[in-house]
T-cell receptor
Framework: NAGVMQNPRHLVRRRGQEARLRCSPMKGHSHVYWYRQLPEEGLKFMVYLQKENIIDESGMPKERFSAEFPKEGPSILRIQQVVRGDSAAYFC????????????FGQGTRLTVV | GIQVEQSPPDLILQEGANSTLRCNFSDSVNNLQWFHQNPWGQLINLFYIPSGTKQNGRLSATTVATERYSLLYISSSQTTDSGVYFCAVESSNYKLTFGKGTLLTVNP
C-alpha cells in the first residue's frame, strides 16, 4: 500500500517561471492538504481539498498560488511567476476523513527559485 | 489560533541515552500527532495520540489532554534517531498546527 506520493522531489525554477507540484494521496484517502515549510520555520497549512472541491484555502497567498484536486489524477499545487521567497519545501498530506483523523505526509517537493 | 510550544529546541545525546521531548498546546485538541523529520527532509509519522499512551519499539508517547501537553520518550537512542521532531495538533478544524520542533542530534 503506497504512501502519499509527491513529485518531483526537487524542482528548480528561474524567477518568473511556473512551478507545478503533484500529489497522489494514499489509497482510500479523499482529503488532501498542502503545507509549506520555509527555512528555519515549522510547517504551515496552505490549503485543504477534497475531490473537485477546495474546502479551505485560507493559508495560501492570494496571488500566484492555486490548487486543484480533480476527479481523476493527482492534486496539483501551482505557483505562477515564482519569486525567490517561494523557495521552500512543500508537503502534501492525505487522510481518510477531514477531522479527528491521522494525516500522512509525502516526502515533499523542494522548490528552489534561482 | 492555537499555540504549540515544543521543548527543548535542541538536544544532543550520546548513543544509548534516553530523552523526553515535550509539547504544550494552548487549547483543547481533537488530534495530536508526532512526526520525525529525518536529515533527508522526509516527515515520518510516529504517533497519532490525541490522548493516552502508546508505545512503538523504543519510542513511546503520552498525551494528557486535560493538562494540554504531550510527551515523546526515546529510549536507547541511536544515531538514526537524529533529526527534527515535530508535534502537530488539530483543534476545532482539520488543520494541523505545528510546533517549531526539537532538533535531536545523537552522537556515536
Amino acid at each position: 500500500n503506497a504512501g502519499v506520493m509527491q513529485n518531483p522531489r526537487h524542482l528548480v525554477r528561474r524567477r518568473g517561471q511556473e512551478a507545478r507540484l503533484r500529489c497522489s494521496p494514499m489509497k482510500g484517502h479523499s482529503h488532501v492538504y498542502w503545507y509549506r515549510q520555509l527555512p528555519e520555520e515549522g510547517l504551515k497549512f496552505m490549503v485543504y481539498l477534497q475531490k473537485e472541491n477546495i474546502i479551505d484555502e485560507s493559508g495560501m497567498p492570494k496571488e500566484r498560488f492555486s490548487a486543484e484536486f480533480p476527479k481523476e489524477g493527482p492534486s496539483i499545487l501551482r505557483i505562477q511567476q515564482v519569486v525567490r521567497g517561494d523557495s521552500a519545501a512543500y508537503f502534501c498530506a492525505s487522510s481518510k476523513q477531514g477531522k479527528n483523523t491521522e494525516a500522512f505526509f509525502g516526502q515533499g517537493t523542494r522548490l528552489t527559485v534561482v | 489560533g492555537i499555540q504549540v510550544e515544543q521543548s527543548p529546541p535542541d538536544l544532543i545525546l550520546q548513543e544509548g541515552a534516553n530523552s523526553t521531548l515535550r509539547c504544550n498546546f494552548s487549547d483543547s485538541v481533537n488530534n495530536l500527532q508526532w512526526f520525525h523529520q529525518n536529515p533527508w527532509g522526509q516527515l515520518i509519522n510516529l504517533f497519532y495520540i490525541p490522548s493516552g499512551t502508546k508505545q512503538n519499539g523504543r519510542l513511546s508517547a503520552t498525551t494528557v489532554a486535560t493538562e494540554r501537553y504531550s510527551l515523546l520518550y526515546i529510549s536507547s537512542s541511536q544515531t538514526t534517531d537524529s533529526g527534527v521532531y515535530f508535534c502537530a495538533v488539530e483543534s476545532s478544524n482539520y488543520k494541523l498546527t505545528f510546533g517549531k520542533g526539537t532538533l535531536l542530534t545523537v552522537n556515536p
